[in-house]
């Protein structure tokens, strides 16, 4: 998996082709009495091919703009755009509808259901969409086998290891051919070497995505937050959550 080829530049230039787009985020809390305001006017993009890495200390809000850009949570101001639709213009189940189109999470515990196998937890987001189980479960094993899990499909997620865990999340995450695939601190419960692969899978299947059957359709971009600044050097770019904006660092 340490194959220096995953580490060339996207196969797909950017051309403009915008998965995420973030402007003007604002984002506030209550605490203790007082307004903390973790987002002030956020903004960033990411393109499709492109791995966009997210870092910052803990506490910055990592994890509140990946929520916002993934229509998990609210902004209170800003303009979130994905795959070229406004979120702003959509009612709770426009935005619902949106995210489950357009958007695939890995967090950073794989939140696999315990009591199915790993082919089953990449076939069920995919039936709830609408796909055939034998469509789906087509899907599922070509997936498992990018993640280099092709025999690993029938295995309970208790009987593998965390990176293999984390490799069906993000086979999961990618079930529906999301355009943006947001991963927040996927490497975070994982020792060093399995955090180096798993970036080294992550990069490889972004900067391929787009080039298979299913040409540019099939391509998308990933905002990945993570503390590793070894890793985040490695992505295409690196923006920083620094009091409240991003700066590209
Ligand atoms: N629902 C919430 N209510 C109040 N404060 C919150 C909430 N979510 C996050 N925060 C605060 O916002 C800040 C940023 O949190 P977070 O986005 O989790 O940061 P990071 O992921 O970079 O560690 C922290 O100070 C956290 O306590
Ligand atoms: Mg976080």
């Known amino acids: 998996m340490s194959d220096v080829s995953v580490m060339e530049k996207p196969i797909i230039p950017a051309t403009g082709d915008t998965v ?3 402007s003007g985020v604002v ?14 006017g956020a903004a960033c993009s990411v393109r499709r091919g492109e791995i966009v890495a997210l870092v910052g200390p803990s506490g910055a809000g990592k994890s509140t703009l990946l929520h916002i850009a993934g229509l998990l949570e609210h902004a209170d101001g800003g303009v979130i755009r994905i795959d070229g639709r406004d979120a702003a213009t959509l009612d709770d189940a426009g935005r619902t509808a949106l995210r489950r189109e357009t958007i695939g999470f890995v967090y950073q515990f794989h939140h696999l259901l315990p009591e199915f196998s790993a082919e089953e937890n990449i076939i069920l987001p995919q039936m709830i969409a609408g796909v055939s189980k034998a469509a789906a ?7 498992l086998a990018q993640v280099g899990l092709a025999a690993r499909g ?3 997620p208790a009987r593998l290891s ?6 069906v999340a993000i086979a999961r995450a990618l079930a529906n051919r999301p355009s943006l695939l947001i991963a927040d601190e996927p490497t975070g419960n ?3 070497h399995t955090s180096d692969d798993v970036f080294a899978l992550l990069t490889r299947l972004v900067r391929g995505s787009g080039t298979g ?5 099939d391509g998308f971009g990933a905002l990945v937050a993570t503390h590793n600044l070894d890793l985040a050097a490695r992505m295409d770019r690196v923006v920083e959550l620094r009091d409240g ?3 590209e660092s």
């Open 20 to 22: 995420l787009e973030l």
């Open 27 to 40: 984002r506030r809390f209550q605490q203790a009495g007082a307004v903390l305001e973790v987002l002030r």
């Open 137 to 143: 479960r087509e899907r599922a094993r070509e997936l």
């Open 154 to 156: 029938s295995h309970r």
């Open 162 to 167: 965390g990176g293999e865990q984390q490799r």
């Open 190 to 192: 994982l020792d060093h």
């Open 213 to 217: 059957p299913g040409g540019r359709k």
């Open 245 to 247: 904006v991003l700066v």
